[in-house]
């Protein structure tokens, strides 16, 4: 198969990126269209006017729960507890990601307060609305996968992932498959991460490619977002998806995109493998 390499817009200038990949992953956060809570329309269109100069195509991340210091307080969004301003927020997300013809646009899951199904259901109720408004803008709202490193997350599991996807029942949601989260999750155990791929094939509609060791650590939960071949993760795992979308490189630096789309390219000459591995089947 041939893949499409995307990579996200914090690793490098978009100039720089267009470069090397066929698609960029527009992350809201980090690209300075707000001034505190307020969407800045002229940086819109600086960024409008700077991509319709390029030839890459584009995928967009929301705003979410972000626990570090730099992330910007006024665009946090716990989809689990969302009130009108993170409605807003998420609601702007979804025009932007209309506006620059964006063909997917990552959420994160909710957070655990209190009752784990309380959580998860409030979750679902607000995702059944942003999916609605999706729907109309014609986008595909991705669900990503978060680690289980880190107690409070939702949707960590393949099977709560799936769940939340079926229960909303939109065809304007389906997955973000994140490896590295879900190599967290497996608690590196690649029979276990092979077994998470083949339950989540068919629903997914972007990738989100980086390393990690798959144990809890000091920093991140363990999610250090690696150049591919820094971690434990076997990628040839992905040759399970029956996937012909955007495999995006979430990693920090021009040396890590060059490094992983080396290795996501020599993935696609080779064949899928034949042999099914269950996770009871795999070494402990």
Same mark, same amino acid.
């Given at each position: 198969?041939?893949?499409?390499?995307?990579?996200?817009?914090?690793?490098?200038?978009?100039?720089?990126?267009e470069?090397e990949?066929?698609?960029?992953?527009?992350?809201?956060?980090?690209?300075?269209?707000?001034?505190?809570?307020?969407? #800045? $329309?002229?940086r819109?269109?600086?960024?409008?006017?700077?991509?319709?100069?390029g030839?890459?195509?584009?995928? #967009?991340?929301?705003?979410?729960?972000?626990?570090?210091?730099?992330?910007? $307080?006024?665009?946090?969004?716990?989809?689990?507890?969302?009130?009108?301003?993170?409605?807003?927020?998420?609601?702007?997300?979804?025009?932007?990601?209309?506006?620059?013809g964006?063909?997917?646009?990552?959420?994160?899951?909710g957070?655990?307060?209190?009752?784990?199904?309380?959580?998860?259901?409030?979750?679902?109720?607000?995702?059944?609305?942003?999916?609605?408004?999706?729907e109309?803008?014609?986008?595909?709202?991705?669900?990503?996968?978060?680690?289980?490193?880190?107690?409070?997350?939702?949707?960590?599991?393949?099977?709560?992932?799936?769940?939340?996807?079926?229960e909303?029942?939109?065809?304007?949601?389906?997955?973000?498959?994140?490896?590295?989260?879900?190599?967290l999750?497996?608690?590196?155990?690649?029979? $276990?991460?092979?077994?998470?791929?083949?339950?989540?094939?068919?629903?997914?509609?972007?990738?989100?490619?980086?390393?990690?060791?798959?144990?809890?650590?000091?920093s991140?939960?363990?999610?250090?977002?690696?150049?591919?071949?820094?971690?434990?993760?076997?990628?040839?795992?992905?040759?399970?998806?029956? @996937?012909?979308?955007? @495999?995006n490189?979430?990693?920090?630096s021009?040396?890590?995109?060059?490094?992983?789309?080396?290795?996501?390219?020599?993935?696609?000459?080779?064949? $899928?493998?034949?042999?099914a591995?269950?996770?009871?089947?795999?070494?402990?």
């Amino acid at each position: 198969m041939k893949m499409m390499i995307g990579a996200s817009s914090f690793a490098s200038p978009l100039p720089e990126l267009e470069k090397e990949v066929d698609s960029i992953e527009l992350y809201i956060p980090k690209l300075r269209l707000y001034n505190g809570g307020k969407l #800045m $329309k002229e940086r819109v269109d600086e960024l409008h006017d700077l991509l319709s100069t390029g030839r890459a195509l584009t995928t #967009m991340h929301a705003p979410y729960f972000g626990e570090l210091p730099n992330y910007p $307080k006024e665009l946090i969004v716990d989809t689990s507890h969302m009130g009108s301003i993170q409605f807003r927020l998420m609601g702007e997300s979804i025009s932007l990601a209309s506006e620059f013809g964006c063909s997917v646009l990552t959420v994160h899951p909710g957070k655990i307060s209190g009752d784990r199904e309380k959580s998860f259901s409030r979750m679902v109720e607000n995702l059944k609305k942003l999916s609605f408004e999706a729907e109309n803008h014609g986008i595909i709202l991705g669900l990503e996968n978060k680690e289980g490193t880190d107690p409070t997350n939702l949707c960590c599991t393949v099977d709560e992932h799936l769940r939340a996807i079926r229960e909303v029942n939109s065809p304007s949601l389906k997955a973000t498959f994140d490896i590295g989260h879900a190599n967290l999750t497996c608690s590196g155990n690649m029979g $276990k991460l092979r077994y998470f791929v083949r339950e989540l094939n068919g629903n997914v509609a972007h990738v989100h490619v980086h390393d990690n060791n798959g144990v809890l650590a000091e920093s991140y939960y363990g999610d250090m977002h690696g150049a591919p071949g820094e971690g434990n993760i076997d990628f040839s795992v992905l040759r399970e998806l029956e @996937f012909k979308g955007v @495999f995006n490189l979430e990693v920090f630096s021009m040396d890590a995109v060059r490094a992983g789309k080396s290795l996501l390219s020599d993935l696609s000459k080779h064949p $899928k493998p034949d042999k099914a591995v269950h996770p009871k089947q795999s070494p402990e």
